[in-house]
């Protein structure tokens, strides 16, 4: 079927946890949608966006992305497609909720890209456990709760610690890895109000968390754009971690076995477009388990875009075509292909934390950053000494803060706060090993001697 017309879902109001990357995505799809000579509507209340001004999409709804208030435009606009996954969980949500209610099928509407199935197969948590199962890949043991009873019961089979997250919920909003029931009871009782379903699961804090971005076309020509590594370890949401592209710490070996498990998963998911995995990794055993799959566009995504120049919400937005239909074949411009980099990419988030009273100022697997800045450098050393000068918080660089200084390092550095990159300065300063900061911190030795290097 010819497209003539397709409804794109925006955003929203944004908010902590779900930042312009989201404007950056929908404002990729719908150029991509004018340049194939294709009427776009969008639907975003939003009027602060790149995406609502004149020119970039041809009909533009200030109205809430709610399955009622879509329903109603597509009522009246008829479009023969619409895109989900490019206005972040917002439009997955809805247009799940208008696929379930049978709106789409009513008025005939095609979802471009992943299907709504796969939607719910990455979403649910309970559906995306069986999935897993069924090809044979390692997802942490967990069990999806829809009562505080039968998540304390669940929590108590495990093991403590364990960890608890909302499904369908964006930011890692009601999630913590909870050390005792009482913990746990807490954090339970506030990740209910955030989602009627939860994930109570082994507690895999400490390894690795290490991310691919993944992109397959309708011809099943499928492989990853990048690779990105927290420097944090898992139990810091990757919102509010350091992370650096493409990964510095693994093997060839381990990168590679990454990656043909990221392929395995996408294809057998189904997804088509552009998708973010995110595996816990214990580099000592070489274990593994998939966290959870994103079939949208997230913040990864529009790091690795800028990081790799490879412009993936463009290209996922074209996917009714096949992958080397778009750019030219042999070419830097084709799609084709994984771009090559010579240099590394960091991203620093970046929190205000000191304008509220009252706020806990220590990261977890909750974000509570605001903003990021991307640095690039022919080093480790040399693109977080850029980034931390960037950031825009006062601070001269990874040293030399003569106004930041901690009491308790050991506190600071195994119980991390917004400051914890200035903790670790401190330490190697006062001269604290890269075996004891580990210890202490377990992030990879190999980023702790780069620091050494700068202290």
């Known amino acids: 079927m010819k497209l003539k017309k397709v409804l794109v879902l925006g955003s929203g109001a944004l908010k902590i946890g779900q930042a312009g990357e989201f404007d950056y995505s929908g404002s990729q799809a719908l150029k991509a949608l004018r340049e194939e000579g294709i009427y776009s509507v969008l639907v975003n209340p939003n009027v602060a966006t790149i995406q609502t001004s004149e020119g970039i999409a041809d009909k533009v709804y200030f109205l809430p992305i709610t399955p009622h208030f879509i329903e109603e435009i597509i009522a009246k606009e008829r479009p023969d497609g619409i895109m989900l996954a490019w206005g972040g969980q917002t439009g997955l949500n809805v247009g799940t909720a208008l696929y379930q209610n049978g709106v789409l099928e009513k008025y005939g509407v095609q979802v471009l890209g992943t299907s709504v199935e796969a939607i ?4 649910d ?7 897993m199962a069924s090809a044979d890949l390692k997802v942490p043991t967990s069990h999806a709760c829809e009562t505080l009873d ?3 019961e669940t929590a108590r089979k495990i093991g ?3 960890m608890i997250r909302s499904a369908y919920a964006l930011g890692g909003l009601g999630s913590g890895v909870c050390p005792d029931e009482e913990t746990f009871r807490q954090i339970a009782e506030s990740a209910f109000t955030f989602a009627p379903q939860v994930l109570v699961e082994e507690s895999l804090k400490g390894w690795k968390e290490i991310e691919f971005e993944c992109i397959r076309d309708a011809n099943d020509h499928c492989f990853t754009v990048a690779s990105m590594e927290n420097f944090d370890p898992l139990g810091i ?10 990964t510095c710490s693994l093997s060839e070996e381990q990168v590679k076995m990454l990656q ?7 294809r057998h998911l189904k997804i088509v477009g552009e998708c973010n995995i995110q595996f816990a990794f214990n580099a000592v055993t070489n274990d593994y388990r998939i966290i959870e799959i994103n079939a949208r566009l997230s913040r990864s995504s529009a790091l690795a875009s800028k990081a790799t120049g490879y412009p993936l919400a463009f290209v996922a937005a074209k996917i009714a075509f096949t992958l080397d239909q778009i750019g030219e074949m042999g070419t830097t411009n084709s799609a084709y292909v994984a771009p090559s980099l010579d240099y590394l990419i960091c991203k620093i988030p970046r929190w205000d934390l000191t304008k509220f009273t009252g706020v806990s100022r220590k990261i977890g697997s909750s974000m509570k950053s605001v903003g990021e800045i991307m640095s690039i450098g022919r080093s480790f050393e040399e693109m977080l000494q850029k980034g931390l000068r960037m950031i825009g918080q006062g601070m001269h660089g990874f040293v030399g803060n003569d106004h930041v200084k901690f009491d308790n390092l050991d506190e600071e550095l195994s119980n991390p706060t917004d400051l914890r990159i200035f903790a670790l300065a401190q330490a190697l300063e006062e001269g604290y090993t890269v075996e004891r900061i580990e210890e202490l911190t377990k992030i990879d030795p190999w980023f702790i001697e780069r620091m050494k290097n700068r202290a």
Not at 125 to 131: A, G, I, P, S, T
Not at 237 to 246: F, K, N, R
């Open 125 to 131: 948590r309970d559906l995306f456990v069986k999935e």
């Open 160 to 162: 403590y610690p364990v």
């Open 150 to 152: 039968e998540a304390i």
């Open 120 to 123: 719910m197969n990455t979403e």
């Open 260 to 266: 043909e498990l990221t392929i395995k998963c996408v």
């Open 237 to 246: 949401h990757t919102g509010e971690s350091i992370v650096v592209a493409p």
